[in-house]
């Protein structure tokens, strides 16, 4: 048994030791190849804004505005879902890069000494000095036209007796001009990666407008919520302090002989059984509280995540209830949805894929052509000869020009790769348009339950409120025949049961509204409008 015990410890020993030499290894090949081991950390995230403007005695108060607004400063969603308008903006920067001008320039310094082999290489041994200049510019323009020119400029010093030259100085200035006739000719098939990114860019707009609108129903919902659960256990409390006013009624009729004994206890477990509904309504409307709290960003500082939260917005709805039908409803849903707008520049998109698609079908004709200036100045070694003159005046003056052009054509006999892109862009078409029509039907479906909820929500409300009316009449009818010995205690509890779910109903029937008037704007796209709310144009 100790050999089996120093077995294990001598292992995990080794394996603690290998581990701590990986780690040291790996620390030194960081340091060989310049990886600091104090890297600078990132800059740390914003903290949650305008939360502090809506404390009040110690708790947050709140409007369902002031809840929107908070969800659309503090909402890590949203702040997800805006890197995708960034990086579309990105993309679009990117997609002018092909036209972007290019300067380039280099200098060299070549000294070089060689024996020599025979009398005609002018020394013994041959010492050359290379000194060489390039500067070049080089451009191509949404046309397709591709410009191009360069400079240069060697100075050569040799010992070489026979050199006629000596040092000198050649130069020459050339500009050249290359032009697709075919594949690449025109506009478009430059442009076209601009113009795809642009639509990527709208695209991502609408699918970010999309989003936030999906956000502000999810805050107005959440805020409801916790209205709900908040008037639901004041509802529940008062059951309990009614079904606690019976009980303490029957312990009075028990102690006076006027009671039963075993019906006590009826009351007695109404109460228990009504201090257990307080419960749950308490710890219910703690879980809804901080569901609200992550969506307005409450969460993310202790300071305001222990706040008790004070919702001012009441639920029963105020002046004339809204009414509207489906097809009206649809109409606006169809011009406003960012959903549909998204898939149609989609679309748009495809159609550019398209196009460019049959443009690399074509075959490659390029003209070219090209003008130049060469000069020549230096020390001339020949007895009597004349001076050679300025090589860069020779050079810009044209002195010595040349020029030429040439047509070239690259004709591929079959083209897979390119035929296989058009038939992707074809097919991501098709995918595309069947993603619209979803997108529809999903949007129909949308404003057909949100009229339908609109519409059962009013009437409940408007039943609700009589059933609630009824309820404590019968409860006044109930207590009063018990006080006058009719009735026993079970009429008097079970009427207080049905006042409490009378009551929860009609709340509930009120939250359901707001919910649907919310829902009815979010199948229109209508809601970011009616809370007043603007994105922002994205910076083209």
Excluded: C
Excluded at 26 to 31: D, F, H, I, L, T
Excluded at 117 to 123: D, F, L, N, P, R
Excluded at 488 to 494: E, I, M, S
């Amino acid at each position: 048994m100790k050999a089996l015990r120093f077995f294990f410890a001598l292992a995990t020993l080794t394996l603690t030791l290998s581990s701590t030499m990986r780690a040291q290894d790996s620390s030194r090949a960081e340091r060989y190849l310049g990886i600091s081991g104090h890297q600078k950390p990132a800059a740390p995230l914003p903290a949650p804004q305008g939360l502090q403007d809506h404390v009040a005695n110690g708790k947050l108060v709140l409007s369902l505005d002031d809840s929107i607004r908070l969800a659309l400063s503090n909402n890590t969603d949203i702040r997800l879902d805006r890197s995708q308008i960034e990086f579309a903006q990105d993309n679009l920067h990117r997609a002018f890069g092909p036209f972007d001008p290019l300067v380039t320039s280099s200098f060299s310094d070549n000294r070089a000494k060689s024996p020599t082999i025979t009398q005609i290489q002018g020394a013994p041994v041959l010492d050359t000095l290379s000194q060489t200049t390039t500067l070049g510019y080089a451009q191509t323009f949404q046309t397709g036209t591709n410009f191009q020119t360069s400079f240069n400029t060697n100075k050569l010093s040799t010992n070489d007796s026979l050199s006629l030259v000596n040092p000198s100085l050649a130069s020459y200035l050339q500009f050249t001009v290359k032009q697709p006739l075919l594949r690449n000719f025109g506009l478009f098939p430059n442009r076209a990666p601009i113009l795809i990114a642009q639509r990527n860019l709208n695209q991502a707009s609408a699918v970010f407008q999309g989003e936030v609108n999906d956000i502000i129903l999810q805050a107005v919902a959440n805020y409801w919520n916790v209205v709900l659960a908040r008037e639901s256990l004041v509802v529940q409390r008062k059951s309990l302090e009614e079904a606690q006013k019976s009980y303490d009624h029957d312990k009075k009729a028990l102690g006076l002989g006027a009671l039963p004994p075993l019906d006590i206890y009826r009351s007695e477990s109404q109460v228990a059984s009504r201090r257990v509904g307080v419960i749950q309504a308490e710890y219910a409307l703690k879980q809804t509280e901080d569901i609200f709290r992550q969506v307005i960003g409450a969460d993310l500082d202790p300071s305001f995540r222990v706040l008790d939260l004070e919702l001012t917005d009441q639920p029963e709805p105020l002046g004339t209830l809204p009414s509207t039908d489906i097809a009206t409803t649809l109409a606006r849903a169809l011009a406003n949805r960012p959903e549909l707008e998204a898939t149609r520049q989609q679309l748009a998109g495809d159609e550019l894929n398209i196009r460019l698609a049959h443009n690399n079908l074509k075959p490659d004709l390029e003209l070219s052509g090209y003008y130049s200036g060469n000069g020549l100045g230096g020390t001339n070694t020949t007895v009597g000869s004349p001076p050679l003159g300025n090589g860069l005046n020779q050079v810009f003056r044209f002195t010595y020009p040349a020029y030429g052009a040439s047509l070239s054509l690259n004709l591929p006999i079959k083209n897979h790769s390119a035929e296989a892109n058009l038939a992707d862009a074809s097919v991501s078409r098709s995918h595309d348009q069947y993603q619209q029509r979803r997108t529809t039907q999903n949007i129909t479906l949308d404003v057909t339950n949100a009229v339908h909820a609109l519409e059962q929500a009013k009437l409940s409300m408007e039943a609700s409120k009589v059933a609630l009316d009824l309820a404590q009449k019968s409860l006044h009818a109930d207590e009063r025949k018990y006080e006058l010995g009719a009735e026993t205690v079970f009429f008097v509890l079970d009427a207080q049961t049905q006042l409490a779910q009378a009551a929860l109903n009609l709340i509930q029937s009120q939250v359901n509204f707001q919910i649907a008037v919310a829902q009815l704007d979010h199948s229109t796209g209508d809601l970011l409008e009616h809370h007043h709310v603007q994105i922002a144009e994205p910076i083209r």
